[in-house]
């Protein structure tokens, strides 16, 4: 299976920036979706972002649209995501996630095969 680790995250002032990072191993990684969950405490884990296999499309959550932008680098295996004009509710931990979809261009919502352990994200106000 593929195996994802996310990283930096951290704690952060509301209106700052910080960019998630996901490197992704085991199998290959073109093909194959990326998307960017999150689970605040108490919370079911929602879809935040969405991206396919060579960046041609993407699909966010409307809450983060125009903040957050979900990019990739199929040379170096990694996912990114560049939060901005961030808000105390947007404290979670962030999850990567992965689905082979076959160099379709959907970006599903759900249904997603692999998993990263999340990296920890904390907007103070």
């Known amino acids: 299976q593929v195996r994802l680790v996310e990283s930096g995250g951290g704690l952060v002032q509301a209106g700052g920036s910080l960019r998630l990072s996901c490197a992704a191993s085991?199998?290959?990684?073109?093909?194959?979706?990326m998307g960017w969950f999150r689970q605040a405490p108490g919370k079911e884990r929602e879809f935040v972002a969405g991206?396919?296999?060579?960046?041609?499309?993407?699909y966010y959550t409307d809450s983060v649209k125009g903040r957050f932008t979900i990019s990739r680098d199929n040379a170096k295996n990694t996912a990114y995501l560049q939060m901005n004009s961030l808000e105390p509710e947007n404290t979670a931990v962030y999850y990567c996630?992965?689905?082979?979809?076959?160099?379709?261009?959907?970006?599903?919502?759900?249904?997603?095969?692999?998993w990263g352990q999340g990296t920890q994200v904390t907007v103070s106000s």
């Open positions: 991206i396919n296999w060579n960046s041609g499309r993407t």
């Open positions: 085991g199998r290959t990684f073109s093909g194959y979706t």
């Open positions: 996630a992965a689905k082979n979809t076959y160099y379709s261009d959907y970006v599903p919502t759900r249904d997603y095969d692999y």
